[in-house]
């Protein structure tokens, strides 16, 4: 059973950092390319960032684009968003994702706030 989990989010003020986890098991973790999404109230997912399987290849999201970086630690099937620069319009729930065959999981989400 895929399971991911979110953790990190929290209450920061504009131009702060934080640091978010998505620890995962059920699959095979280093074979997967990976995303974060965000949600905020009455609107979509927004795709922020994406990792390919390795590493080695990143891309964003313009409107995160030089403030976000993702990475991952595939000895800990784990995958991280690093906010820098942060903006009240970054308030949101963030999420980890993993799309293959079809489907889409997600985990339960981290609150990340953005005020003064």
């Known amino acids: 059973e895929v399971q991911l989990v979110e953790s990190g989010g929290g209450l920061v003020q504009p131009g702060g950092s934080l640091r978010l986890s998505c620890q995962a098991s059920?699959?095979?973790?280093?074979?997967?390319?990976l995303n974060w999404v965000r949600q905020t109230p009455g609107k979509g997912f927004e795709l922020l960032a994406t990792?390919?399987?390795?590493?080695?290849?990143?891309s964003y999201a313009d409107s995160v684009k030089g403030r976000f970086t993702v990475s991952r630690d595939n000895t800990k099937n784990t995958l991280y968003l690093h906010l820098n620069s942060l903006k009240t319009e970054d308030t949101a729930m963030y999420y980890c994702?993993?799309?293959?065959?079809?489907?889409?999981?997600r985990g339960q989400g981290t609150q990340v706030t953005v005020s003064a």
């Open positions: 994702r993993l799309a293959t065959g079809g489907s889409i999981y």
């Open positions: 059920g699959f095979d973790f280093s074979k997967y390319i």
């Open positions: 990792i390919s399987a390795d590493g080695s290849s990143t």
